[in-house]
């Protein structure tokens, strides 16, 4: 059975070399890109799984590259692995489609979890930011729940009622499905549901239903 193949973009060659070590037991190793340039040519070039990526790297950024590759219509996950711990670094990787925001100095163990939850679809986020940039899980604000939400927000949640799945709504939207995931998961966090179907009773309940 062959392993999954991940694209490696880093401009510091010790950090690309314990990526290695770290991953090559259960992942092929497809590629190594110094500066978001060369990451572009390879993911056009490789049919890689999964992009592991820093964000600060010469030339252009990890977060522009996401965005090129996302215009050309390469929807290979990405995970940043970020010095960065500033919320909205992580806000802005999630908005252009990153599958995963982790922090250099947490433990490998997250990295790697990062790989599994992205190979499932989803997102993840550095347990240490992640209650930044998504919220308080559980807050809900006393007056108006949905006050907290953002345009974005709401005309998913619209969708999401209307029946649609993430897929349609990326598409109707021209977003990618890990960003209407991201606001999504942002709905649910803020409305303090648990559950998908819980999200669209609320959104029903609080008549998130219509432009």
């Not at 996401?66 to 215009?71: D, E, K, N, V």
């Not at 219509?73 to 909205?88: C, K, N, Q, R, S």
């Not at 809900?140 to 907290?148: C, I, L, M, T």
């Given at each position: 059975m062959?392993?999954?193949?991940?694209?490696l973009?880093d401009?510091?060659?010790?950090?690309a070399?314990g990526?290695?070590?770290?991953?090559?037991?259960?992942?092929?190793l497809v590629g190594?890109?110094p500066?978001?340039?060369?990451l572009?040519e390879?993911a056009r070039?490789?049919?890689?799984d999964?992009?592991?990526?820093d964000?600060s790297?010469p030339g252009?950024?990890?977060i522009?590259?996401?965005?090129?590759?996302?215009r050309e219509?390469?929807?290979v996950?990405v995970?940043f692995?970020?010095?960065?711990?500033?919320?909205?670094?992580?806000?802005?990787?999630?908005?252009?489609g990153?599958?995963?925001?982790?922090?250099?100095?947490?433990?490998?163990?997250?990295?790697?979890q990062?790989?599994?939850?992205?190979a499932?679809?989803?997102v993840?986020?550095?347990?240490?930011?992640?209650?930044e940039v998504?919220?308080?899980?559980?807050q809900?604000?006393?007056?108006d729940?949905?006050?907290?939400?953002?345009?974005?927000q709401?005309?998913?949640?619209?969708?999401l009622v209307?029946?649609r799945?993430a897929?349609?709504?990326?598409?109707?939207?021209d977003i990618?499905?890990r960003?209407v995931e991201?606001h999504k998961?942002?709905?649910?966090e803020a409305?303090?549901?648990a559950t998908n179907a819980?999200l669209?009773?609320?959104?029903?309940?609080l008549?998130?239903?219509?432009?």
């Amino acid at each position: 059975m062959s392993r999954p193949r991940v694209l490696l973009a880093d401009d510091h060659r010790i950090v690309a070399a314990g990526l290695q070590a770290l991953l090559r037991p259960d992942y092929e190793l497809v590629g190594h890109a110094p500066d978001g340039r060369s990451l572009l040519e390879l993911a056009r070039g490789t049919a890689a799984d999964f992009v592991v990526a820093d964000i600060s790297m010469p030339g252009l950024n990890g977060i522009a590259a996401l965005q090129a590759m996302r215009r050309e219509g390469l929807d290979v996950p990405v995970i940043f692995l970020t010095m960065h711990t500033e919320p909205a670094y992580a806000r802005r990787a999630l908005e252009a489609g990153a599958a995963g925001y982790v922090l250099k100095h947490a433990a490998p163990q997250e990295l790697l979890q990062a790989l599994q939850v992205a190979a499932q679809g989803g997102v993840f986020i550095s347990a240490e930011i992640a209650a930044e940039v998504l919220g308080t899980p559980g807050q809900r604000p006393e007056r108006d729940p949905a006050s907290g939400l953002t345009p974005r927000q709401r005309e998913i949640l619209a969708l999401l009622v209307d029946g649609r799945s993430a897929k349609e709504i990326a598409k109707l939207l021209d977003i990618s499905h890990r960003t209407v995931e991201y606001h999504k998961y942002q709905a649910m966090e803020a409305l303090g549901a648990a559950t998908n179907a819980e999200l669209i009773r609320l959104a029903i309940k609080l008549r998130l239903t219509g432009p």
